[in-house]
């Protein structure tokens, strides 16, 4: 059995990041490479470069939705809903959110907000947290981006709601296609300059809330995140391609590009190949890895199945001694925080 505990580490409070740095490339970068190296993202491009072969850096171009409403029922009572899947919709499709105040609901109440009105079709039968509402009227992706409010993590402290700057700074600079309800936040630390001196290629991976998810479960090989919907071009797809034939390693921005491109590979004999899907993989410590090669990531929760993915990938012991490296060296934690790089470890290698 593999346990949440495996993954834990001692994080003091005041190391988690409420606003992000200044500037985007004054992150701090812990190097954990062939020894540890404090650095900074701005020491990215000169890092790659010295390594063997130049890496095909691949990043996430999902865009995040304020995808936190409250919406009105009949008689007046509200209800704040975090809308899972944030998408374009015709009327009668089914709009699943986690919704504060449930048990309050009944089937076939309406609730609206802006110019959406949704009815309740009951509780989600995959993702038990979720509700179900069938849109009967509206574009939900514009009064999302009209009237909702940008659902920050839980982590972040922001008593009067989320700042214009929020608005800004939590989204990428190369954020293109709408449908996240969490940032990639390892692609927070790229600016347009460090992105243009990058041989770079993008997928889209809309992530969802189950991200924020606990692993409260005893055996992590249990844990659940729910779909979440991806998409990989046939100009990406042809760029690793043309990448791994000549040995060329894959730098994958963050665990979402990670899930991405080892969905795929998992589904297509170790090949990336175009196309649009879902996936719901969450990479344990059994995963072996078809694609990604290194992975530039945030620091991430204790207990967190983000955490375990950089374990997996890069050997746990290596990546929790980093981690306590990074606390006593001041690091800023989570999704405003900083960041640091690993390549990936056999699992016969010493970790």
């Not at 993954?7 to 990041?17: G, H, S």
């Amino acid at each position: 059995m593999f346990a949440p505990d495996d993954y834990d580490y001692e994080l003091p409070l005041e190391q988690i990041a409420q606003q992000p740095p200044a500037e985007r490339r004054a992150a701090r970068m812990l190097v954990l490479l062939e020894g540890l190296v404090h650095a900074g993202i701005a020491d990215l491009p000169s890092q790659l470069a010295a390594l063997e072969r130049r890496p095909l850096v691949v990043l996430n171009d999902s865009k995040v939705v304020p995808a936190r409403v409250h919406a009105r029922r009949d008689e007046g009572r509200t209800f704040e809903l975090l809308i899972c899947d944030p998408a374009p919709l015709e009327p009668g499709a089914i709009v699943r959110a986690w919704v504060r105040g449930a048990k309050k609901l009944h089937l076939d109440d309406r609730l609206c907000f802006g110019q959406v009105e949704l009815a309740y079709r009951g509780r989600d039968e995959v993702d038990t947290r979720a509700c179900q509402f069938e849109l009967l009227r509206g574009d939900l992706l514009e009064a999302l981006d009209a009237g909702g409010e940008l659902p920050l993590p839980p982590y972040v402290a922001r008593p009067s709601g989320p700042t214009a700057s929020d608005r800004e700074r939590y989204q990428t600079v190369f954020a293109r296609d709408r449908g996240s309800v969490a940032a990639p936040t390892a692609g927070l630390h790229i600016d347009a300059a460090l992105l243009a001196s990058l041989d770079h290629a993008f997928v889209t991976l809309h992530v969802g809330p189950g991200t924020f998810l606990p692993m409260d479960v005893e055996d992590v090989r249990e844990h659940r995140v729910g779909p979440e919907r991806f998409a990989i071009s046939e100009a990406s797809a042809s760029a690793i391609a043309a990448a791994r034939a000549e040995g060329r390693p894959i730098l994958a921005v963050g665990t979402t590009v990670t899930r991405t491109l080892e969905s795929v590979a998992a589904a297509h004999g170790g090949t990336i190949v175009p196309g649009v899907g879902s996936t719901e993989l969450v990479i344990g410590p059994e995963h072996r890895f078809a694609c990604v090669d290194m992975l530039l990531t945030n620091f991430h929760l204790p207990r967190s199945s983000l955490l375990m993915l950089v374990c997996s990938l890069a050997g746990r012991e290596r990546v929790l001694a980093g981690y306590r490296e990074a606390v006593r060296a001041g690091y800023r934690f989570y999704s405003f925080g900083d960041c640091m790089l690993v390549d990936r470890r056999d699992p016969t290698r010493s970790s």
